[in-house]
């Protein structure tokens, strides 16, 4: 369900795509959405791919070799349609299958998958685009319920620990190994759900960037259920 409140001024909604692609980031500005209900039968494009990693790309030379009914027409024409805006734009999308993300085994106590709220970065200026369209939406979390986890003094200390190095170039380090983009959630916040069919543009970490990046994250998939989206 899109459980988006109204309340939260850093998400602005439109009703198409050039709005969605136009409309700059400015103040707390950092999330634009294209809002839509879609119509099709998604779920029966995932059913006739057969695939066993745990992710895979589909391109649309195979979506279009798919024998779909009426409604899955639909949807696969909604998902060309997509890739084809989202191509125009400049953008490079991937349309992806997905029983699960790895998990990041490296740093138990800081786990930096997509699974943890963080934010994107780029030496350029670009942003990430991304609409699910079947399965478990990903997620936003307001910047002010967010708190950097390398500024939480005890995961501050740990890091340290782990480091060992000389102390100016714990920056660096931190940078390095991507902890300085993760957040944890402060008490009582609330995460928004991005919804299904609505297409996101969200704000990330560059140089030219005017505003805070979109924090979000993967969800955690519901068992047997494969995601659909598109995400670049």
Not at 191 to 204: C, K, T, Y
Not at 213 to 230: D, F, N, S, T
């Amino acid at each position: 369900m899109f459980n988006l409140s109204q309340a939260y001024n850093q998400i602005h909604c439109f009703a198409n795509f050039q709005e969605l692609t136009l409309t700059p980031f400015q103040g707390n500005i950092n999330a634009i959405c294209w809002k839509r209900n879609l119509v099709g039968n998604f779920s029966e494009i995932v059913n006739k791919i057969v695939f066993k990693d745990n992710i895979v790309a589909i391109d649309e030379a195979d979506l279009n070799e798919l024998i779909l009914s009426e409604q899955g027409h639909f949807a696969r024409q909604i998902l060309t349609d997509d890739l084809t805006l989202l191509k125009a734009h400049g953008a490079l999308p991937t349309l992806n299958l997905i029983k699960y993300y790895d998990r990041d085994d490296d740093f138990l106590f800081f786990p930096t998958d997509v699974y943890s709220y963080h934010v994107d970065r780029s030496p350029i200026a670009v942003d990430t685009f991304l609409c699910t369209y079947y399965g478990e939406p990903s997620q936003i979390l307001p910047n002010e319920q967010a708190q950097q986890k390398i500024l939480i003094p005890e995961i501050r200390n740990e890091l340290k620990k782990l480091y060992e190095g000389a102390e100016e170039g714990f920056e660096a380090f931190l940078s390095e190994h991507f902890f300085d983009l993760h957040y944890q959630e402060k008490p009582n916040a609330e995460p928004i759900s991005l919804g299904l069919g609505n297409l996101w543009r969200l704000a990330i970490d560059h140089p030219e960037s005017k505003v805070l990046a979109c924090v979000h994250r993967a969800p955690k998939e519901k068992a047997g259920e494969i995601r659909l989206m598109i995400i670049c």
